[in-house]
Nanobody, 120 residues
Framework: QVQLVESGGGLVQAGGSLRLSCVAS????????MGWYRQAPGKQRELVAAITSPGSTKYVDSVKGRFTISSDNAKNTVYLQMNSLKSEDTAVYYCNADVSPRKWASLEVWGQGILVTVSS
């Protein structure tokens, strides 16, 4: 069993910052990639940012230059630093991980989601 626990969400004014954290725990041989998705009311879930174990990153165009994803591999933790927040960033943010619970195995895991509300 592998679990993801997110923290750091909340209410912030437009232009402000928040930092999301997500910790993977359980039976983990390796964490191959981690990322953040979000789902706003009435919209589909979208990938916000992702980072692979070697450290390569990708972002959705709407957050480039404002959000930064990083990871602490020793702690199986991924962070999302969100700056210059806009009202359109309001959504439930979900942590996602591609984890190997044992060698040669792969498992996709989701967190429970955390709400980020940006007031204008």
């Amino acid at each position: 069993q592998v679990q993801l626990v997110e923290s750091g969400g909340g209410l912030v004014q437009a232009g402000g910052s928040l930092r999301l954290s997500c910790v993977a725990s359980g039976t983990i041989f390796s964490v191959n990639a981690m990322g953040w998705y979000r789902q706003a009311p009435g919209k589909q879930r979208e990938l916000v940012a992702a980072i692979t174990s070697p450290g390569s990153t990708k972002y959705v165009d709407s957050v480039k230059g404002r959000f930064t994803i990083s990871s602490d591999n020793a702690k199986n933790t991924v962070y999302l630093q969100m700056n210059s927040l806009k009202s359109e960033d309001t959504a439930v943010y979900y942590c996602n991980a591609d984890v190997s619970p044992r060698k040669w195995a792969s498992l996709e895991v989701w967190g429970q989601g955390i709400l980020v509300t940006v007031s204008s």
